[in-house]
């Protein structure tokens, strides 16, 4: 059972998916945590698929991995990166993921032989769930988004839950709703707040009265229209928090807390006002807002040049690691995506590379655009050009080595060409015997691993620890049989498994290159706003030399 005192508050969108339910979640989770109070935060994705591994990056966004493994949506990245605290699977769950669970009680006879129906069961599994994570985070605050927006069948589900808990237990229980402002008429400053009002009348037809509304503009909310969406909509009008566009993710705390949010949910709560501690959160705002020597990083990858509107969201860690980064050297990131496919068209463009201060080669799968990343490695390597390679950044570096240092000319990963003479990136034997059995979840190495480092080498110097450990998402790995030879040739393995047996980190001497450093992990899946990635920092700090 959670405490008898748990308080619950809920974040629901109207409108439109998109409009930043995630950032305001982890917003309030922010405020709260600088008020003293444990808080715990949870995802509901309204997706029959059982967690975010089988989703399309490019439709639904990153895939973001917690420790224990489990693949889930971006915005538990966004909670992580806010709370400073790593999540589990518990912080998270799908429509699929809460089916299969009824169903898997009811085969088991855990009813009782009653008749299990949709509801009530699926909404009391999901209030089990959240207090299940409650009680595991030992939080006073338990806050959970609802996927999807007000007025969908999808979600209707998690909102039925809303509804009972809140019968239960009607003095722990906000309801926040996170609904978007259209700005209209000329210059686009004329806000209306009429599918607000369609967004509220929706979600009173499921039984709920919103606590709080979060009116996302493009520019503040000004007295009239907080006036009248309270009016309309049956709140206070301390009760609409503007939500505008910023330049920072990390100043919607702070301008929620002009707004005085805190005290409005601890006062609806019936929460003990605790002291008030935003002061490094302001710190880092001043940094992000005063920082005006820029360190210009390129990220090379296929379909950057497509527009694909998602394509900041499929690397959103990324980008963020890249930013705690600089922010960390008071220094202003100027991040720009590179297509990869333009060095396979025109060699001559590798040249553009020059223009950067640091190259990065995020994750991915296939072949498309592979030769033009392992061309632009090369370039970085030869011209001694900052380059950090994360997961597949990092398998495509030993391929170039392998084939233009170690001599390996047909050197290749055994996911583009099974019949490589040289396959320096491969399966390991035990997951091709799964490979062969079509059991496709037990070939990828997920969630936290423990790693070794080399003293004396790029990664111990920025880690300034003997033994890591860092989460994962691949099938394929650095080839034992190849890795004296590699060696030989100069590549340092300067971290690797307890065992020895998986090569985690690569780089080149730095009497060979200023940074040239890749890892089979994703290191920007734990960095944070105030705590930047080591290696991402160290990066950084060697594209700020170059320029210098």
């Avoid at 080498?457 to 994962?472: D, V």
Wanted: hydrophobic share 40%; charged share 25%.
């Amino acid at each position: 059972m959670p405490k008898r005192d748990l308080k619950y508050i809920f974040v629901v969108g109207g409108v439109m998916s998109g409009v930043g339910k995630g950032i305001t979640s982890a917003s309030i989770g922010k405020i709260l945590q600088a008020r003293g109070f444990s808080v715990a935060a949870l995802k509901i994705d309204p997706y029959v698929n059982v967690d975010a591994g089988t989703m399309n990056p490019t439709e639904h966004g990153e895939v973001f991995v917690l420790d224990d493994g489990m693949e889930c949506d971006q915005d538990m990245g966004n909670y992580e990166r806010f709370l400073d605290r790593d999540l589990t699977r518990a912080n998270y769950m799908t429509t699929g993921s809460i089916y299969l669970e009824v169903i898997r009680r009811e085969r088991n006879l855990e009813y009782g032989g009653k008749s299990v129906s949709v509801v009530p069961y699926i909404p009391l599994e999901v209030i089990a769930r959240i207090n299940r994570a409650a009680r595991l985070a030992a939080a006073d605050v338990v806050l959970v988004e609802v996927g999807g927006t007000v007025g969908e069948y999808e979600n209707i589900l998690f909102l039925e839950a809303i509804r009972i808990l809140r019968l239960k237990r009607p003095k722990d229980v906000l309801v926040a709703l996170v609904s978007s402002i259209p700005a209209l008429g000329a210059g686009g400053t004329e806000l209306k707040t009429k599918p607000t009002q369609h967004a509220v009348r929706n979600l009173n037809g499921v039984g709920l009265q919103p606590d709080l509304i979060f009116g996302r503009a493009p520019v503040p909310l000004d007295a009239k229209r907080k006036e009248k969406l309270s009016l309309m909509c049956g709140v206070a009008e301390e009760d609409v928090i503007s939500a505008p566009n910023v330049e920072s993710i990390y100043d919607v705390p702070l301008n929620f807390e002009k707004e005085k949010l805190s005290d409005r949910v601890i006062a609806k709560l019936g929460l003990r006002s605790r002291r008030h501690d935003l002061k490094e959160w302001r710190a880092l705002s001043r940094v992000v807002h005063s920082a005006r020597k820029e360190v210009r990083i390129g990220v090379v990858g296929k379909y950057f040049d497509s527009g694909d509107f998602m394509l900041a969201d499929s690397y959103i860690s990324v980008l963020e690691a890249l930013k705690h980064a600089a922010h960390s050297w008071k220094r202003k990131p100027v991040i720009e995506w590179i297509n990869s496919e333009e060095f396979e068209r025109d060699p001559h463009a590798l040249k553009s590379l020059l223009s950067y201060d640091g190259i990065v080669i995020p994750g991915g799968f296939g072949s498309r655009g592979v030769e033009g990343k392992i061309a632009a490695i090369r370039y970085c390597r030869e011209r001694r050009i900052p380059y950090f390679g994360l997961c597949y950044g990092m398998q495509l570096a030993v391929i170039e080595f392998s084939r233009h240092v170690a001599g390996l000319r047909r050197a290749n990963t055994t996911e583009i060409d099974q019949k490589t003479p040289h396959p320096v990136i491969d399966i390991m034997p035990e997951q091709k015997k799964n490979l062969a059995a079509k059991d496709y979840g037990a070939t990828m190495r997920l969630g936290a691993y423990p790693a070794s480092l080399r003293e004396g080498t790029i990664a111990f110097n920025a880690y300034r620890e003997p033994l890591i450990s860092e989460r994962h998402r691949h099938r394929y790995e650095v080839n034992p049989d190849y890795i004296k030879k590699l060696g030989e040739h100069g590549m340092v393995f300067s971290g690797f498994s307890p065992d020895r047996r998986l090569m985690e980190i690569v780089e080149l001497p730095r009497n060979k290159h200023p940074f040239f450093l890749g890892t089979q992990f994703h290191p920007e899946l734990k960095s944070r706003p105030l705590r930047p990635h080591p290696l991402f920092k160290a990066f950084v700090g060697a594209a700020i030399k170059r320029k210098k």
